[in-house]
């Protein structure tokens, strides 16, 4: 039989795939967005009429983190993903038959920079700094409403890899040998970012800083998995078990792509390369040791529990036919 599923923030990579993946499998796909979608933020009542008999809300609703962190980006990281989370809550409130389920997009960087032991629903440590603000406010928006007849799950994603996402630089950056570990190191702070929360503190990683990801297929199964179980609901790790490190990351991908050798990169050139492809440093320096630990008790296989053959195939995927 198929379902009816709502999908908020679809232009997205994540969103493009499940969406995609449910037409294929004969579900009706309805979309919210911004433009071009079935539809448009603020419209209230259109909002409402989609959700409406829904099985399925999925809400990817956000402004990419992937920028530099300046007070008009961080004011918009945090508005597209609360005042999004709140509209869906009014019209999900509205609802005469509100959808079943809904899953909202969170991140596994929720937690607090972790190279001494893995964080799990129970008990790991939220961290401090602007992306871990974003990350509790956004979920405090999402479970603040009353909304008795639909359970809410809020997927702490790890990095997410799959054609067309963080990875795919990574690629290139090995096949022109650059594919080195990434260095944490000195690098001096502006009050202005330590009073924001964006400046990244030297950890002396040496590129150990543990790397915890999960393949596009594993967020769509963990989707299915969780509406498969009414039992499970709140907060959820979505992040494949065997978690690795930069370095054995950089290394897995010099072998697949077959380069000899990769150049490591120092704080001080990741400094000057993330201003100038205006992105942060956070990104690849901060450890995010991540375990599934909710996933696991319940039972759920991962399609892709190790790291290379996940690199493999998406790799491969990208080879002309």
Same mark, same amino acid.
């Given at each position: 039989m198929s379902r009816r599923v709502v999908i908020a923030g679809a232009s997205g990579f994540i969103g493009q795939y499940l969406s995609a993946k449910y037409r294929a499998?004969?579900?009706?796909?309805? $979309?919210?967005?911004? *433009?071009?979608?079935?539809?448009?933020?603020?419209?209230?009542?259109?909002?409402?009429?989609?959700?409406?008999?829904?099985? @399925?809300?999925?809400?990817?609703a956000g402004k990419s983190v992937n920028c530099r962190y300046t007070a008009v980006n961080r004011a918009e990281i945090l508005r597209s993903r609360v005042e999004t989370t709140r509209e869906l809550c009014e019209?999900?409130?509205?609802?005469?038959?509100? !959808?079943? @389920?809904?899953?909202? *997009? *969170? $991140?596994?960087?929720?937690?607090?920079?972790?190279?001494?032991? !893995?964080?799990?629903e129970t008990g790991g440590e939220i961290g401090t700094g602007f992306s871990v603000s974003i990350a509790t406010t956004w979920e405090r928006a999402f479970f603040a409403a009353e909304l008795p007849n639909t359970?809410?799950?809020?997927?702490? /994603?790890?990095?997410?890899?799959?054609?067309?996402?963080?990875?795919?630089?990574?690629?290139? @950056?090995?096949?022109?040998?650059?594919?080195?570990? %990434?260095?944490?190191?000195?690098?001096?702070? $502006?009050?202005?970012?330590?009073?924001?929360?964006?400046?990244?503190?030297?950890?002396?990683?040496?590129?150990? %800083?543990?790397?915890?990801w999960v393949h596009i297929d594993d967020v769509a199964g963990a989707i299915d998995f969780v509406e498969r179980h009414p039992e499970i609901d709140g907060v959820v790790n979505v992040s494949a078990p065997a978690v690795s490190d930069n370095a054995t990351v950089m290394l897995a991908l010099r072998?697949?792509?077959?380069?000899?050798?990769?150049?490591?990169?120092?704080?001080? /050139?990741?400094?000057?390369?993330?201003a100038a492809i205006r992105t942060e440093t956070e990104l690849v320096l901060k450890s995010r040791w991540v375990l599934p630990e909710r996933l696991q008790q319940h039972g759920y296989e991962f399609a892709y529990p190790e790291l290379e053959p996940a690199i493999r195939a998406i790799v491969a995927e990208r080879q002309p036919r």
């Open positions: 499998a004969g579900d009706h796909v309805a $979309t919210i967005g911004r *433009s071009g979608a079935d539809a448009a933020w603020g419209d209230a009542a259109a909002i409402a009429a989609l959700l409406d008999g829904a099985d @399925l809300l999925i809400n990817l019209a999900v409130a509205a609802c005469v038959r509100p !959808p079943t @389920l809904w899953v909202n *997009s *969170s $991140t596994a960087t929720i937690y607090r920079h972790a190279d001494d032991r !893995p964080m799990t359970r809410r799950v809020a997927l702490r /994603m790890a990095i997410v890899l799959g054609d067309g996402s963080a990875l795919i630089p990574l690629v290139n @950056l090995a096949r022109f040998g650059l594919g080195g570990a %990434q260095h944490d190191g000195r690098w001096p702070a $502006t009050a202005k970012r330590r009073a924001a929360g964006t400046f990244h503190e030297n950890r002396h990683t040496a590129g150990r %800083q543990k790397f915890s072998r697949i792509v077959g380069a000899p050798f990769g150049l490591p990169t120092s704080r001080w /050139m990741l400094e000057l390369g993330s």
